[in-house]
């Protein structure tokens, strides 16, 4: 009992709805089966229900992930792949962690954090955060 407790509360709002939608497409299907409505109609209606659902999940789910990005890579001068590697390390992970991850070794991910170091001109990793958080702002505060 306490595992189920434990999920995610957006587990459970996924599950939900999922759900809610499998009640309502049964309701549409029986009123299709006995002739009270076209089946056309009731595959514009499984269509649109779908069309909504991705695209909430869409937003739901990526739009999140812009909102994780606080550093701007043109400004910095890094790749994508040492761009989320810079996050993860503002983020307080180990290089282990950080190889885990990313799904990458241990030796690819100390190689990406000597690139970023070497690309921002630091030695240390919190030098390196810093370093990025103030290159970030001074260039977006001149932009204005």
């Not at 939900?16 to 209606?45: C, D, Q, T, W």
């Not at 810079?86 to 991850?101: K, M």
Request: glycine share 6%; no cysteine; charged share 20%.
């Amino acid at each position: 009992m306490k595992t189920l407790l434990k999920i995610d509360r957006s587990y459970w709002l996924y599950g939900s709805i999922i759900g809610i939608l499998l009640v309502i497409l049964e309701i549409i299907h029986y009123k299709a089966m006995v002739r009270e409505l076209r089946i056309e109609v009731f595959g514009i209606i499984i269509g649109v229900l779908f069309l909504l659902f991705g695209t909430w999940i869409g937003v739901h789910f990526f739009s999140k992930k812009k909102q994780g990005e606080k550093y701007d890579a043109v400004k910095l001068g890094l790749s994508k792949r040492e761009m989320e590697v810079l996050q993860l390390i503002a983020d307080g992970h180990s290089n282990q962690e950080i190889a885990d991850l990313l799904f990458v070794s241990l030796n690819t991910a100390k190689t990406h954090i000597s690139h970023i170091y070497a690309k921002l001109g630091v030695s240390r990793r919190t030098q390196a955060v810093q370093k990025a958080q103030a290159m970030t702002l001074s260039t977006s505060s001149q932009s204005r």
